[in-house]
């Protein structure tokens, strides 16, 4: 199932996908400003975000919808080409070069959003390539949050580079690429622990984490993404800003796109952070990561069937 | 953003000049900015606008507390409102079955369900003296039963042993037994995260309640989510009819729009607060709180409140003097009503009156219906001026009026006109010295 039919089954069964929406905000009713009040509310509850939302209905007003012809895809075209102009830009991809080894990938985030099963699952990803992937387990606050990872490691063969819980979470991503360099590693993929962007010492931790990687490579962390959760609100837009002040983010990645949530506020950061997005995750199991596609992500968004 | 709509206040209003009351255009564009700060608050749209709704009326015709400014009044009815709807009162949690009593948490993927399931029973452990066990039904995620009992190893809490393979419901059952042995009085259980979406997993969490008979099923639910709040809530509850909703993250920096937004759609109180990662960061839900962080601007709120209070404090002279002279007017009374309901009851009234302690006892037991506080001040709030000073005018027809003006009818405005008099009398009698026989009771049956 691509990305597009998977993503669709959590749209469908949310009551409202924008398509749907915007049929009974416009079909048979005068552009007035009345509707063009309706299609920026209806946008918010997507969670664009108030600025994305504000901006598409400007566009209505200037584009000067004519109700003659079908008003309804004269919106949906507008809506969808604004997702894909602004989003277009930002699609990435990661690839393991030959020369770097190991390409050293470290994941950042707030509780829960799932860094650990997008571990898990980008390790799957790399390894079907044929690239030797090890794991450093640096949450090492969470309860069983080391076991957690060492069962994907089992799932997928990966290495995993742990040490005890409770132990400084940067001198296990020390060992790890210290191990994954001496052993001519492809890839190593770092878990840190949840933290929310608004507490000074974690992300203080983080930044550390980020630091002793140097020592080994200064280049490294060659990516550090960020996972946000689909069902996140405007504290998203936070995050990002948040993460970024303490080391420079190349991607994000965003979760749970298989519920309800249309993750909206994606756009939102797309607008005012113009950061790459590298994937969505589309569920728990192994192979629940698409590559993030801008024009699936528009479809998937507007679509009603 | 939010630091912002306070200037965005001063604003708008500041070109307006000094009204005695609210009128309709302010509170409309008082309103507007309301509704935008509600919504980057995460508030979902359609419950953001029935709130806006709900105010308005409430705003227009409000009187101006003297050194507050229109937007200042706005936002403390806003505010007032907020703190309503999320709930008057602390809702406890709910103990009262046959022990053991089971609890079971539910919600989405990774929104805190086992680390809040260890937080509740160490609460329960402290706050209720309870002995509780610690079960997980999470046999899908990785190591999330090994999780649970960590959490309880580090915390001296007992969880249920685990048994690979076992499925949910046989581990439910197992629980039961194994709390009996062991004496444990309060089961929690701890279940797979899942989205409202998926039949086959909600379809698990329905026949699990069916096997447990839980006392509470709450939905453990992260505060920063955003407008698909109201979905997930409306789900959980259509589903497995939700007990209480329990937050976490709140030590984020949401602002707490999800919890308005599931309280309002759902009716499902909210109990408990996750204030961090560690397993004492557990709290009681207090609405205020939530209020204020929605609107930022818990300045203005206890600006208007202190506002208020001065003038309450100086009705309360008012009131004290006429009674002196043995003046008691219907304006009086009413600021004495108002006085009530907001101290929640009779004691505000107390503090006007000689001779407290006896009266005190009186009233303890008088159980006073804030409903009917609420009628009277109606019926007094459609009186004239010249009414409310010299209630001996109010005749046949401005009794009809009176009633028809405050959605009453005129039995219940005699009722008010009857106890005035009664009220007067009194206070007459205690003007003049300690009343020999305390209060007469029927004043205070008539307020039950
Ligand atoms: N439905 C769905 N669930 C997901 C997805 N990604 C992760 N999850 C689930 O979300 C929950 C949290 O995932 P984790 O990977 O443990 O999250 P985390 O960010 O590592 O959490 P902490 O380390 O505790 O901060 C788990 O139950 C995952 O199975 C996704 O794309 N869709
Ligand atoms: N800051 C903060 N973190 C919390 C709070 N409650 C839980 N967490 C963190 O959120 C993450 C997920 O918590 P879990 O208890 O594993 O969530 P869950 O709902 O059981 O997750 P799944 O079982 O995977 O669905 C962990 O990193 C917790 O430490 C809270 O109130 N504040
Ligand atoms: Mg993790
Ligand atoms: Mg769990």
């Not at chain 1, 400003?33 to 566009?59: H, M, R, W, Y």
């Not at chain 1, 878990?191 to 962007?197: C, F, H, I, S």
Request: charged share 25%; hydrophobic share 40%.
């Amino acid at each position: 199932m691509g990305i597009f039919e998977k993503f669709k089954i959590g749209l469908n069964k949310s009551s409202k996908n924008l398509s749907e929406g915007f049929k009974n905000l416009v079909i048979n009713k005068k552009i007035d400003s009345k509707t063009l009040d309706n299609l920026e509310d209806f946008l918010i509850e997507s969670d664009v975000g108030v600025v994305s939302a504000k901006e598409l209905k400007q566009i209505f007003t200037d584009t000067k919808i004519d109700p003659k012809k079908d008003s309804l895809n004269q919106v949906n075209l507008i809506v969808e080409n604004y997702i894909k102009k602004s989003m277009k830009p930002l699609e990435k991809n990661i690839v393991i070069e030959e020369g770097i080894k190991p390409k050293v990938i470290l994941i950042a985030g707030v509780n829960g959003v799932g860094k650990t099963t997008t571990i898990g699952k980008l390790g799957k990803i790399f390894s079907k390539d044929n690239k030797q992937v090890v794991f450093a387990a640096a949450d090492t606050f969470r309860a069983a949050a080391i076991e957690q990872l060492e069962i994907w490691s089992e799932k997928i063969g990966a290495k995993i580079i742990k040490s005890e819980t409770g132990s400084d979470p940067a001198s296990v991503a020390f060992k790890a690429i210290e191990f994954s360099k001496k052993n001519n590693i492809d890839c190593l993929l770092i878990d840190t622990a949840g933290r929310l962007q608004n507490k000074k010492n974690l992300m203080d931790e983080f930044k550390k984490i980020s630091k002793v990687l140097k020592k080994i490579d200064p280049n490294s962390p060659h990516e550090t993404i960020l996972i946000l959760d689909a069902t996140t609100g405007q504290s998203a837009l936070n995050q990002v800003e948040e993460f970024q002040k303490i080391t420079p983010i190349s991607g994000l990645i965003m979760t749970k796109l298989d519920g309800t949530a249309k993750g909206g506020i994606l756009l939102a950061i797309a607008r005012k952070y113009n950061l790459p997005i590298i994937a969505i995750g589309l569920g728990e199991k192994e192979d629940d990561l698409e590559l993030f596609r801008a024009e699936d992500y528009a479809k998937a968004l507007m679509s009603s069937n | 953003m939010f630091e912002n709509l306070t200037n965005k206040f001063e604003e708008i209003f500041s070109s307006l000049k000094k009204a005695p009351s609210l009128n309709e255009k302010q509170v409309e564009e008082g309103l507007r900015s309301i509704r935008q700060a509600l919504l980057e608050a995460d508030v979902a749209l359609p419950v953001a606008k029935t709130l806006i709704e709900n105010i308005k009326p409430k705003a227009i015709g409000q009187e101006i507390i003297r050194s507050t400014t229109p937007g200042q009044m706005i936002v403390k009815i806003v505010y007032d409102e907020l703190v309503q709807l999320l709930g008057d009162k602390k809702s406890e949690i709910n103990l009262n079955a046959v022990p053991p009593v089971s609890i079971m948490l539910v919600g989405l993927q990774g929104s805190g369900k086992t680390t809040t399931a260890a937080k509740l029973a160490q609460y329960l452990e402290k706050n209720n003296k309870k002995k509780p066990l610690l079960v997980s039904l999470d046999v899908y995620r990785p190591a999330a039963q090994e999780q649970l009992k960590i959490l309880g190893e580090q915390n001296s809490i007992q969880t249920l042993p685990i048994v690979k393979e076992q499925l949910p419901n046989d581990i439910a059952r197992r629980a039961l037994g194994a709390a009996s042995l062991s004496g444990s009085d309060i089961i929690i259980f701890d279940t797979a995260g899942r989205t409202q979406i998926d039949l086959s997993m909600m379809s698990e969490i329905k026949e699990l309640k069916s096997t447990l008979k839980p006392a509470e099923i709450m939905l453990v639910a992260d505060s920063l989510t955003g407008q698909v709040a109201v979905n997930i809530a409306t789900e959980f509850k259509k589903a497995v009819d939700l007990t209480g909703i329990i937050l976490t993250r709140a030590d984020g920096d949401g602002r707490g729009g999800a919890a308005v937004s599931m309280k309002f759609t759902t009716g499902v109180p909210i109990k408990f607060l996750g204030v961090g990662e560690k397993i004492e960061n557990f709290e009681v839900f207090h609405p205020d709180r939530i209020a204020n962080r929605i609107l930022g601007m818990g300045d203005i709120v206890s600006l208007v409140e202190k506002a208020s209070q001065n003038l309450d404090q100086e009705n309360i002279k008012v009131t004290e003097e006429n009674l002196k002279k043995g003046q008691f007017s219907m304006q009086d009374y009413l600021s004495q009503l108002r006085q009530m309901k907001k101290m929640g009851g009779m004691e505000g009234v107390l503090s006007m009156l000689p001779g407290v302690s006896k009266i005190k006892k009186q009233m303890d037991n008088a159980n006073i219906d804030e409903n009917i506080i609420k009628i009277n001040e109606a019926v007094i709030l459609s009186m004239t001026k010249e009414e409310r000073l010299n209630p001996k005018i109010i005749n046949a027809s401005r009794k009809k009026r009176i009633s028809s003006g405050s959605g009453t009818d005129s039995a219940t405005v005699n009722k008010l006109l009857k106890q005035f008099k009664m009220m007067t009398n009194m206070m007459k009698k205690m003007s003049k010295g300690d009343p020999k026989d305390g209060i007469p009771p029927e004043i205070f049956n008539q307020l039950k």
